[in-house]
């Protein structure tokens, strides 16, 4: 009994895992590369949720699908949110007090609409795989689950090979190391950040329809995963990519073992106390440069 309960927690919390890093995986380039804490993020995944909620309803399309169809407007809306807060706070100096409140503002602001629009009943959406199982054994895997581990996966490793093998991408990585190298190589500071947020608010879009697929969403559910999604990008290493995927993982597992066998009010206090351990050993976290 022990063994099944074990090797049960530890396959869903890898796909818990999977989850969380695609969450995590724009703010880790926010606040990585770009230097911009970005804590508005999870705000961008619950708008994720209900736009695939709004096409899942009213087109029946797939929510993985539709998640997918809504990037480019959101990548197009993390542009323009970078071009105001440029002008606004980074142009003139005042990003580090004066931006966090910004962000702030734009997550209550995104939180209180669509409590006017939605009201705060939980929303979710429907798909033939949701509610299905799929068993090895005495394993048991919900397909709620593996699809969105799938699907993580994917969006991580295309993101890793556009910033590592692309020009644009190898620029987004250097824009926060060297900005005159970076204009001496004729690339625009700017422009590469611009692009770099609305990557990261992309990935929102896809990270929305993999939540309302875990299980329904209401405005406010994106609370939940603020402390979690820090704890993860600065777990693995400011801007690790890599480093994201792999404390993502490492924090479901715990917190899925810890659910399981002490209960689910001690997971996320644990998965904080890894964060604290790993910062005091090892302060640039598990993949960062020292």
Do not use: C
């Not at 590369?33 to 705000?43: E, F, S």
């Not at 299905?132 to 397909?143: A, L, R, S």
């Amino acid at each position: 009994m022990f063994l099944d309960l074990f090797l049960n927690a530890v396959v869903a919390g890898i796909l818990l895992g999977g989850f969380y890093a695609a969450v995590a995986l724009g703010l880790s380039i926010t606040v990585g590369q770009l230097d911009i804490v970005n804590i508005a993020h999870p705000a961008f995944v619950i708008v994720g949720s209900y736009t695939t909620y709004i096409i899942n309803e009213s087109l029946g399309l797939d929510p993985i699908l539709a998640g997918v169809l809504a990037t480019p407007v959101f990548f197009v809306g993390g542009v323009l949110l970078y071009r105001f807060y440029y002008v606004s706070f980074e142009r003139t100096g005042q990003e580090s007090l004066s931006g966090l409140a910004f962000f702030f503002g734009v997550m209550f602001i995104v939180e209180v609409v669509l409590i006017m629009v939605y009201g705060v009943d939980y929303r979710l959406v429907e798909a033939e795989y949701i509610g299905k199982t799929i068993q090895f054994g005495f394993i048991i895997i919900p397909i709620r689950m593996l699809a969105p581990f799938l699907m993580a996966s994917v969006m991580t490793l295309g993101v890793y090979l556009y910033l590592s093998r692309t020009f644009n991408g190898r620029a987004i990585l250097a824009v926060s190391q060297d900005r005159l190298a970076l204009q001496l190589m004729g690339a625009d500071p700017v422009k590469i950040k611009q692009l770099a947020l609305g990557i990261a608010v992309a990935t929102a879009a896809v990270a929305g329809s993999l939540l309302i697929i875990i299980g329904p969403v209401e405005p406010s559910v994106g609370r939940l995963y603020i402390g979690r999604v820090f704890a993860i990008v600065i777990l693995g290493g400011m801007g690790s990519i890599g480093g994201t995927m792999t404390a993502a993982l490492m924090i479901g597992v715990v917190e899925s073992l810890v659910a399981t066998f002490y209960g689910p009010s001690w997971a996320p206090a644990v998965g904080f106390i890894i964060l604290l351990v790993t910062l005091a050993i090892r302060p640039q976290g598990l993949f960062g440069r020292a």
